[in-house]
């Protein structure tokens, strides 16, 4: 088994997928990451990565096709000899009042944001050594939601914690932790343009201010590590105050 640990960052092409695959390579951990429409942009990280003395490589695989998902953690199996962390990054955001999301959108949401998580831990478990970590990327939409159309996203995401807390029971013999992060609102593509929504968000904080992707990296790099051997089935929400 190689000496080096590596890892399989889903959606690393942009915002904090890019964060944390950056982050885990800075930490000496080799690193693919995976992309969807994003190849400029991942290809740029695997760049910076490299240039910056680290180990990366970029994948296609759209998250809500499994057999993607799975011919990505071969490869990187192949390329790495294994894999110590799977980070489910990946996700949509697709909203809409109720009455007019079209079904299609929801069904969508839930493949990228659920079935890609599921699918991803399927897929790199015959690559993971005893005492590997999967770390997934819930949202604290989850547990507070702050208005209407979001009922695609909020049911992903407390699926995400619930998947989250029963792969640690499925998984705790072997030694792998399985934890889920819920970020506040981070600055990236996916948070609202809108001013006016920006403004509430960020009032809504008790630090009044959007987190940096590079923050939620750092609590990756914690689970990732480590210090957080003992951690397992946990939801941690990163939010700036924003749920308390
Ligand atoms: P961005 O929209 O900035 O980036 C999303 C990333 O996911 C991109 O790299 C994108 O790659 C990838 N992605 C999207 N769809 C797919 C797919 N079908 N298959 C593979 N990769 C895909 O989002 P964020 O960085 O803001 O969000 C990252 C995660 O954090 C998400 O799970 C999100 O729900 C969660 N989150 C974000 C918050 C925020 O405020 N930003 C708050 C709470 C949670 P590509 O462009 O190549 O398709």
């Known amino acids: 088994m190689p000496e080096y640990r590596s890892a399989l960052v889903t959606g690393g ?19 693919a990451l995976t992309y969807n429409a994003s190849r400029t ?13 680290g180990h990366a490589l970029a994948l296609h695989a759209d998250s809500a096709d499994a057999d993607q998902i799975r011919a990505a953690a071969d490869a990187t199996g192949r390329e790495y000899g294994k894999i110590d962390i ?10 809409g009042p109720i009455e007019e ?14 079935r890609g998580p599921f699918a991803a831990a399927q897929a790199v478990l015959p690559h993971m050594p005893d005492h590997g970590r999967i770390i997934n990327i ?23 914690a619930g998947l989250t807390r029963a792969l640690a029971r499925d998984l705790g013999g072997r030694g792998i932790t399985v934890n889920n992060i819920q970020p506040g609102p981070i600055s990236t593509d996916l948070t609202s343009a809108d001013s006016h929504v920006r403004d509430v968000m960020t009032e809504a904080t008790a630090l009044r201010r959007f987190g940096t992707p590079e923050e939620i990296a750092g609590l990756v790099a914690y689970l990732a590590g480590p210090e957080a051997s003992y951690i397992t089935g946990a939801t941690i929400t990163a939010d700036g105050g924003y749920a308390v």
Request: proline letters at 3%; hydrophobic letters at 50%.
């Open 86 to 95: 799977l980070v489910n990054n990946a996700g949509i955001g697709m909203g």
């Open 138 to 160: 819930g949202s604290v939409f989850a547990d507070r939601t702050p208005f209407g159309t979001l009922s695609a996203y909020v049911t992903s995401k407390a699926a995400v």
């Open 101 to 114: 999301m079209p079904i299609e959108h929801f069904d969508r949401t839930m493949a990228v944001n659920v």
């Open 41 to 53: 942009a991942a290809d740029r990280v695997v760049e910076e990565i490299t240039e910056a003395g």
């Open 13 to 31: 092409s942009r915002g904090i997928g890019a964060a944390i695959a950056t982050r885990l390579a800075a930490d000496g951990i080799r690193v």
